[in-house]
């Protein structure tokens, strides 16, 4: 009996050692000899094999691993149209991965009017080993196209993007506005349907919260596209259930977005709340239920906090805000994606996290700290309740005049999850990632 019970202290010892261990990093690249350093990374996990990962980031990388994670080859992705960041790397059951970017058809970037001129996507063949030309969508030389987002079907047999485009972009004109255009294409990727605009209020062009952006789409089990965005201090989405082709005449308000998308974090020269849409594709208890997550600070200027809501009726109505962090209040947590796993419909939320600065340094706005930690929250159902993970091995302090995008990424797939992210060692950028198999 002595025995037995030894072993079932010691195993019990070790779950909870093994749940307070701080999963592995691993660094995907370092942008040391880069013009343009590293950031706004994205992460995708093949679900035909989930050993198989592909990454993106600015401004024209593109990393692949073959051993779920741990070892990554980098090489730089080439388009006939260009590649000029907003990287988005999403993957398919069929074992195709697609990166989408921005355009550079004539390799002039600012100094040129073609700069923007659509969105590209390049197909992954060969499971992310063989790269398309590239095909665009949403052309139009007179206007820009950015901040681009992907999603694909749970067939593999359909892909819908959704985008900002710009009259002409930070132009401070009242004439010049801003709408959300979405389009779709097939599993080849190479033809796209005309771009349908979904918004109904336009925002300015000045690429603030007046502005319309964070167009994240994804598509149900049913074949249902819902996209959420942000403008001023609301959250607005809409859905087809045509495929892309219709959609609703009237948007749905999804939540308030406190202080509006355009954040004010301390060292960083931009930050967004900007809103992530994902829908559980799962068979689980919650199946069919459309999460949105976001971060604002209505708790105040120097909280940031991250939320989610969700719906149950394809977004008519919507929960009161959720909020994900489990902090004490005073600190920011920023930068915040969302994944659904289609295996297990458990959610999981990346962000930029201070809870550890602000425990240091009470009084921030006499003696701030810029220290920032990456996190993971959890949720096992269904959003109602969240753990919160710290991921990263290392802290790390921005600096103002750096560029670090505006996002970071996660992917989750049948239990597996990676966060990805940017981060600053005295003035180099790198992108990490880390293991959390096995973090429930």
Not at 112 to 137: C, F, N, P
Not at 298 to 326: E, F, H, K
Request: proline share 5%.
């Amino acid at each position: 009996m002595r025995t037995f019970l030894t072993a079932v202290f010691l195993v019990a010892g070790f779950a909870v050692l093994r749940a307070q261990r701080a999963p592995d990093n691993v660094m995907i690249y370092s942008g040391e000899t880069d013009a343009y350093q590293p950031c706004e990374p994205s992460i995708a996990i093949s679900p035909s094999n989930p050993d198989i990962l592909v990454a993106g980031s600015v401004l024209d990388n593109v990393h692949r691993s073959t051993d779920g994670g741990w070892t990554w080859k980098t090489e730089t992705l080439t388009s006939r149209f260009g590649v000029f960041g907003d990287p988005c790397v999403v993957a398919s059951p069929k074992g195709d991965f697609y990166y989408l970017h921005l355009s550079n058809p004539d390799g002039l970037a600012w100094s040129s009017e073609a700069l923007l001129d659509r969105i590209v996507v390049q197909r992954g063949k060969g499971k992310g080993k063989r790269w398309t030309k590239g095909a665009g969508m949403g052309l139009n030389d007179q206007k820009d196209q950015d901040k681009e987002w992907a999603a694909v079907s749970v067939s593999g047999r359909s892909l819908v993007s959704c985008w900002t485009q710009f009259d002409k972009y930070d132009s401070p004109l009242a004439s010049d506005s801003s709408i959300i255009l979405c389009s779709t294409s097939n599993r080849k990727a190479k033809v796209w349907t005309e771009p349908v605009r979904v918004n109904k209020l336009a925002g300015d062009c000045l690429d603030g919260d007046w502005t319309v952006e964070g167009a994240v789409p994804d598509i149900a089990a049913d074949g249902t596209i819902y996209v959420a965005w942000a403008h001023a201090d609301t959250i607005w989405m809409d859905r087809s259930t045509d495929g892309g082709v219709t959609w609703l005449k009237k948007d749905l308000r999804v939540a308030q977005i406190a202080g509006g998308w355009d954040c004010v974090v301390r060292g960083f020269n931009r930050a967004n709340g900007m809103p992530v849409t994902r829908v559980d594709r799962s068979n689980g208890p919650h199946a069919g239920r459309v999460y949105v997550n976001w971060t604002d600070n209505r708790n105040g200027p120097d909280d940031q906090d991250v939320w989610v809501v969700y719906s149950d009726d394809g977004g008519t109505t919507w929960t009161a805000p959720i909020r994900v962090n489990d902090d004490p209040a005073g600190a920011q947590q920023f930068f915040t994606w969302m994944d659904v796993d289609d295996i297990t419909g458990f959610v999981h939320i990346v962000f930029y996290d201070r809870r550890k600065a602000a425990a240091n340094y009470p009084n921030p706005a006499t003696k701030p700290s810029w220290d920032t930690e990456v996190y993971v929250a959890s949720s096992y159902d269904g959003g109602a309740t969240w753990r919160n993970l710290l991921v990263s091995e290392k802290s790390f302090r921005p600096q103002e005049k750096m560029f670090f995008g505006d996002y970071n990424n996660i992917s989750a797939y049948d239990g597996r999850v990676r966060p990805i992210w940017t981060r600053n060692d005295q003035g180099i950028l790198s992108i990490w990632t880390a293991f959390m198999d096995g973090f429930e």
